[in-house]
């Protein structure tokens, strides 16, 4: 079984910046990339930033290209997404995600609120 536990986040003014982390655990963790989404009150869960595992290839959504970063940690089985300049519109839960084989999310935390007030 693997766990995921995300931390990291909290309340921000507009112009600020979080940086959330990822812990991965359990004794079957083996992963080919990871990812950050996000959902905002009434709204689809989107997804923001992907890492891939073997080689840090990152992809990025449109609207956090620029301002946010993903990065990971192997050795420590964490995910970290720094987040820079950020806006009111980035406010959301941030879950972290698994992918072991490169076709679905199979595994994922339970969120950690981010709110950045205007």
């Known amino acids: 079984q693997v766990q995921l536990v995300e931390s990291g986040g909290g309340l921000v003014q507009a112009g600020g910046s979080l940086r959330l982390s990822c812990a991965a655990s359990g004794r079957t963790f083996n992963t080919y990339r990871m990812a950050w989404f996000r959902q905002a009150p009434e709204k689809e869960r989107d997804f923001v930033a992907a890492i891939r595992w073997s080689d840090h290839m990152t992809y990025y959504a449109d609207s956090v290209k620029g301002r946010f970063t993903i990065s990971r940690d192997i050795l420590k089985k964490l995910v970290y997404l720094q987040m820079n300049s950020l806006k009111p519109e980035d406010t959301a839960v941030y879950y972290c995600?698994?992918?072991?084989?490169?076709?679905?999310?199979?595994?994922w935390g339970q969120g950690t609120q981010v709110t950045v007030s205007s």
């Open positions: 995600a698994s992918d072991p084989t490169g076709t679905s999310w199979q595994y």
